[in-house]
């Protein structure tokens, strides 16, 4: 029997359709009068009828909700009946939103090549890009942040020092920060922009890593809260700001400090930045 309800017996239909807990999710995504023939068929009919609708939006947001559906119930089945927490139905639809947005940034990367330079954002968006560092004798691992404005203005810096942790958790701690900061901050559309591919795929859910899953659940519920938050993947050239905000934190006793102003050791890159940015 299903181990979430106890009334029918587990497979795939139920988890994805059938379950209680799936129903509640669903129907808050399909309208009243189509839940009939939402809610019955056999399954293939129903994954060919929804993964094929007229709708793009709707295809996306069909395969995100089954995927996190699944995913959440192996987490309850294998994690000691552990439960995701946070909105179901809004993080499906976070989700789906940052694929629809990571589609059509692909196709721009694809039509001008990979963010080599720094590119600034949409007027009425703001763009941080986030950085880890390992590095220094002993080696210590550092994170940084900054946030610019659509004009390529330094608005706050944001730099972690860690201490002994892998390249991976630090990408994942400035992310984290360069969000917290710019939430805090009162910005509700924002861009983060990470040269680790790795770090995007995890906080994506394209990858799962045991090792950091408490620290990616930190910033997927950051993700999920009622704002905008683009996930973009750039070349090293374009994050050498975050990565030198990063590597000063080396020398530093703070655990976290937010920098108001632009240290003296980053303005010839802020400056290269704004330039090529705004070309």
């Known amino acids: 029997l299903c181990l979430v309800c ?8 139920h988890v994805l359709r059938t379950c209680s807990r799936a129903r509640q999710v669903w129907a808050k995504l399909v309208p009243q009068n189509l839940w009939l023939c939402f809610f019955n068929g056999s399954n293939r ?3 060919q009828a929804n993964l094929k609708s007229n709708s793009n939006w709707w295809t996306i947001l069909f395969a995100t909700t089954c995927w ?5 119930r192996c987490v309850f089945v294998f994690d000691s ?5 946070g909105n179901v139905v809004d993080y499906c639809v976070a989700y789906a939103k940052e694929i629809v947005a990571a589609m059509e940034i692909r196709k721009q990367q694809k039509r001008r090549g990979l963010y080599k ?3 600034r954002p949409d007027e009425g968006w703001v763009k941080v890009n986030t950085d880890g560092a390992v590095g220094g004798n002993p080696l210590v691992a550092t994170a940084g942040g900054i946030i610019r404005d659509a004009d390529g203005e330094w608005i706050r ?3 972690r020092r860690i201490g002994r942790c892998s390249m991976i958790c630090a990408e994942l701690w400035a992310a984290f920060d360069g969000l917290t900061l710019a939430w805090e901050l009162g910005y509700r559309k924002v861009v983060l922009e990470l040269d680790s591919t790795t770090a995007v795929a995890l906080i994506q859910g394209l990858l799962v890593d045991i090792a ?6 930190l910033i997927s519920e950051l993700i999920v809260r009622a704002w905008d938050v683009r996930i973009v993947h750039a070349g090293r050239e374009a994050n050498g700001v975050a990565d030198l ?3 000063i934190m080396r020398n530093t006793e703070d655990l976290v400090r937010v920098f108001l102003e632009p240290p003296n050791a980053v303005r010839i890159l802020l400056d290269r930045d704004k330039s090529i940015g705004l070309a």
């Open 68 to 72: 996190i559906l699944w995913k959440r």
């Open 81 to 85: 009946g552990r439960e995701l927490v």
């Open 117 to 119: 330079q720094w590119c």
């Open 157 to 159: 810096g944001v730099g």
């Open 212 to 217: 950091h899953r408490n620290l990616v659940l």
């Open 245 to 247: 905000l990063a590597k």
């Open 45 to 47: 009919d129903w994954l």
């Open 6 to 13: 106890s009334v029918e017996d587990e497979d795939i239909n």
